[in-house]
């Protein structure tokens, strides 16, 4: 509404108050007017609305019933059948039972079973359908009437036909299900069976489901054709194809389809019905039908339910417009009511006007002194803290309002004073965050605000210093960072968790995770920092290990690849090391065969030395260890033959020993320990382009503090054996990988087979040392840490003669798998004057020890299939304790071969078998 300038409140709120008196009483005539004709409508719609609700229950009632009619037919078909056919296999059974009792003992029971299968073949039921089938247990056809040619055959010959699938599935359920009645769902029939001792029988009947289906379907279209309620109503049916059953208490069935299905309407309505029969409990549609006595088209109601088992929809409808003429009749009635209290309202409502405008005026003069006491209020409340009294005031409504605005003013007071203790908390907590806290300018790279935890992170004791002398166009230790930072910020407005490295006060590097947000209006950034510099140091030693760990399972892993590869090798070199051995004692000096002899036996040795290696590897060689002395080692090493044809090869080179003499002794295998040295001088001597030096020293330290690669180490003395060079040293990528198996820079097969520092990684680890490496541009330094043994070495006695191993005809028993190992050692032992017996297997020996005896037993470790050589002496010493064996292998675990036993005498040899090896430990064994 309008209000003109000057005009005063009271005469305002005056004609304001008649306006809307007016426009209030002419809104709730019209809403009076309009709530009847509403009324109306509404009354029309629930009068339709439980009309169509009684003819939908009607409907619904009619067709559920329909469809309980349909179960309950089939229900008491489907157990009358099951009666039916438990009935005639008992009948069958009785028959066969009182046939067998007069005719068994007096007739042959070939004739007895033909009386039987002749008095049960004549049986017929369902126009023939139906007849008694028996078939043996073993599967033998006996009786089948409506197939004669399957009897007397057996299932699995009976062919693929139907009749024989048929008896085939019944005879399989009858097994599955014993005596009884079963329902096969899968061709849908009754089955029962029942067990016919005497002959070994099952004697069945079987009746289709789908013919019983087809009598209850004439018989309920019959039923539910006939059915009416109230003045038309009537069922229909329709098949899921649209073949139609009964319609208007017709039977329709087997006639042409009821639809049209080349108009778009009548698909639609048939899809529609589909739909809603999809639903277990049925559904309404509503659709345009003819009347049924005229040609009338009319809205229709029907409820349709679907009949799974027999693809069948049923339905009732009913027509919807018969409720329209009674509420047009109603609709005149009302029009004429609505005319004669038009007059009376209009009268009221001008009454009430005058009222109004009388109750409006006294109302106006009443808030003129209201509204003066408020203005004088406001005037004063813009520089101090009055009040208003509220009992000066006419009315209810500004009393509140004058409360009200006394809350207000002491709300001010408390905001004042909350304001001020808001940000003196904010204060405190913005310096004493734990986490750093900031706010910097962009373009200029200063920190206008920070707290004191920030201040720290970078070093500084003040965050006044640090905001004055730190730069983050200095900070950064890449700037392009920096660069990326604020091109993202810039762009998406805010960065969460975002990392990068900074220079401390001292310049040390200081890790940052920081989220920030931009403010384009003040041009700063305002953000949370978090120190991460220890996060980050302790990701990277756990990468560290990580990648040690790594290492070692893959080491781990090509090793027991390799000692299995190795344990194959083995056997398969024995012939070439062995035969020439037992060759070579039997030929004269000058025999021409002797020469090629040994040149096979040589190479048979240098084979077995790489074998050797990829034992050392897998760290499953069984391999003693004595007490020796690394220097004695190394002087046989640098002083043999082997070493000097490699040394002849480059005569540039010089190799130089400085051994402390008074290196402790060691406890070791010294066969290792060479090879080691060997290799080390071997890569020393490769490594080397031109001319230059290799050095291989010995001292003693003592270790208090693990070496670099090492977090955890056994302190104490330890013999370092360092082998130097002057070549062009090892890169640092490679220096990780260098004890890797199969790892090597060389010529694979020409000057290196990738296993050389893999042996001596094992070979040290195997003797409880560690290993050191560095290296550089000015040559390669490997240190060998050996844990120093104060114990003597031992004098060993040694002899060279064959004969000092010949035996006086012991009796000794080979177990092997390998039939090829047990000729050899069978050769060796034979050659040595033993009495030898040998069999293939743990088994074979068991057999033989249960009746025979032997002074010793010569075990292959691993033998498969079957028990191994462990398991094999184990179940020997119970039968014999204090049995001697020696145990053959070319590759076993150490924890295998150092396990004790409590009763028997233990030795072990390694393959393959020479006179050196396998000569003493029998002599050592049956001592």
């Known amino acids: 509404m309008f209000i003109k300038k000057k005009i005063s409140i009271s005469n305002t709120f005056l004609f304001n108050m008649i306006f809307l008196a007016t426009c209030s009483t002419l809104t709730i005539g019209y809403f009076w007017i309009s709530h009847e004709y509403s009324r109306f409508s509404t009354d029309a719609e629930t009068i339709r609305h439980d009309y169509i609700a009684s003819r939908k229950a009607t409907i619904r009632k009619e067709v559920e019933a329909a469809c309980e009619c349909v179960s309950h037919y089939r229900a008491f078909s489907f157990a009358q059948l099951k009666q039916d056919v438990q009935t005639r296999v008992d009948n069958a059974c009785n028959t066969a039972g009182f046939t067998h009792a007069a005719y068994h003992g007096r007739e042959s029971d070939a004739n007895v079973r033909q009386r039987i299968t002749d008095a049960l073949g004549r049986l017929r039921w369902s126009n023939g359908r139906s007849v008694i089938q028996i078939v043996s247990l073993s599967g033998k056809i006996i009786l089948s009437p409506d197939a004669p040619a399957l009897a007397g055959k057996y299932l699995t010959d009976a062919g693929d036909s139907e009749a024989a699938r048929n008896i085939r599935q019944r005879f399989e359920s009858a097994r599955a299900h014993g005596d009884g009645v079963t329902e096969d769902s899968q061709d849908r029939t009754v089955l029962c069976a029942r067990a016919f001792s005497p002959f070994n029988w099952i004697i069945f009947n079987a009746e289709s489901v789908r013919q019983m289906d087809n009598r209850i379907q004439q018989k309920v279209i019959r039923r539910l054709a006939a059915v009416r309620f109230e003045k038309e109503g009537y069922l229909f049916g329709i098949a899921y194809d649209g073949s139609p059953l009964f319609l208007n208490g017709e039977i329709i069935r087997g006639r042409s389809r009821m639809w049209n299905l080349s108009n778009p309407a ?27 006595r005229s040609e009338d088209i009319a809205q229709k109601i029907s409820f349709v339910k679907g009949i799974p088992g027999w693809q069948w929809i049923v339905g009732a409808g009913v027509y919807s417009d018969e409720i329209d003429t009674v509420i047009e009749e109603k609709r005149e009635l009302l029009r004429g009511e609505v005319r004669e209290r038009t007059c009376i309202v209009i009268a009221i409502l001008l009454i009430q006007i005058v009222i109004i405008c009388v109750i409006a005026r006294y109302i106006a003069f009443k808030s003129r002194t209201s509204f003066d006491l408020f203005s004088c209020f406001f005037s004063r409340a813009a520089t101090a803290a009055t009040e208003i009294r509220s009992q000066d005031l006419h009315f209810s409504e500004f009393a509140t309002l004058a409360s009200a605005a006394n809350r207000m003013v002491q709300a001010r007071i408390s905001a004042e004073t909350a304001h001020r203790e808001s940000e003196e908390t904010y204060r405190n907590l913005f310096q004493n965050a734990q986490v750093g806290l900031f706010r910097t300018k962009p373009d200029k790279g200063i920190f206008v ?53 900074f220079r401390g006060k001292e310049g040390q590097i200081v890790w940052l995770r920081y989220s920030a947000r931009y403010f384009p209006e003040q041009d700063w950034i305002e953000g949370v920092a978090e120190d991460i510099t220890d996060i980050r140091a302790a990701e990277q030693e756990k990468k560290k290990l990580r990648n040690r760990l790594n290492r070692s399972r893959k080491m781990e892993g090509l090793g ?77 090493y640098l002083t043999s033959p082997e070493h000097r044809d490699q040394a002849e090869k480059y005569k540039d080179i010089s190799v130089n020993m400085q051994l402390n003499a008074g290196t402790p002794n060691i406890r070791g295998a010294a066969i290792q320990i060479r090879q080691t040295l060997m290799n080390l001088v071997t890569n020393a001597f490769e490594s080397i382009s031109i001319c230059g030096e290799i050095t291989v020293a010995t001292r003693t330290c003592r270790l208090d503090a693990p070496l670099k690669g090492y977090d955890n180490m056994t302190g104490g003395e330890y013999v370092v054996v360092a082998v130097c060079d002057t070549g062009s040293g090892i890169s640092e990528k490679d220096l990780v990988r260098i004890f890797e198996p199969f790892y090597t820079q060389k010529t694979m097969g020409r000057n290196g087979t990738g296993l050389g520092l893999a042996v001596v990684w094992n070979t040290v680890h195997d003797h409880g040392g560690y290993i050191d490496v560095t290296s550089n541009a000015a040559g390669t330094v490997f240190e060998l840490y050996f844990p120093a043994t104060s114990e003597k070495i031992a004098k060993a006695a040694f002899s060279p003669d064959i ?35 040998a069999v293939e297997g743990g088994e074979k020996a068991l057999e033989y020890m249960k009746t025979n005896s032997a002074e010793l037993i010569l075990l292959d470790m691993i033998m498969e299939p079957g028990m191994n050589g462990r398991e094999t002496y184990e179940r020997i010493i119970r039968m014999r304790p204090g049995q001697k064996a020696i145990f053959a292998t070319g590759f076993s675990e150490i924890a295998e071969m150092d396990r004790p036993y409590e009763s028997g005498s233990v030795q072990y040899v390694c393959k393959p078998y020479t006179f050196e090896k396998i000569g003493p430990a029998i002599r050592k064994a049956l001592v």
């Open 266 to 292: 009548t698909i639609q309505l048939f899809q529609t019905q589909r739909n809603a029969v999809r639903n277990p409990d049925g559904g309404y549609i509503q659709y345009a039908w003819k009347k049924l």
């Open 449 to 501: 605000e920070c707290n004191e935890a920030l201040a720290r992170m970078f070093g500084y004791n003040t965050r006044q210093a640090f905001m004055r002398e730190y730069s983050l166009r200095k900070g950064y230790v890449d700037i392009r960072v920096r660069h990326k930072m604020m091109s993202v910020i810039r762009k998406e407005g805010e960065i969460r968790n975002f990392e990068a490295r």
């Open 560 to 636: 027991f690849l390799a000692g299995s590869v190795a344990h194959d090798l083995n056997n398969i070199l024995s012939g070439i090391v062995t035969y020439p051995d037992l060759m070579l004692v039997d030929l004269p000096p000058d025999s021409r065969l002797r020469k090629p002899l040994e040149t096979i036996r040589e190479t048979g040795q240098r084979a077995t030395a790489v074998v050797s290696d990829l034992l050392t590897m897998a760290r499953g060689t069984v391999c003693s260890q004595e007490v020796m002395s690394v220097n004695d080692v190394i002087r046989e």
């Open 803 to 837: 004969q000092a191993y010949t035996g006086s005809g012991e009796k000794i028993l080979i177990v092997d798998d390998d039939a090829d190992q047990r000729e050899i050692a069978s050769g060796f032992l034979i050659r040595l004057g033993y009495s030898v017996h």
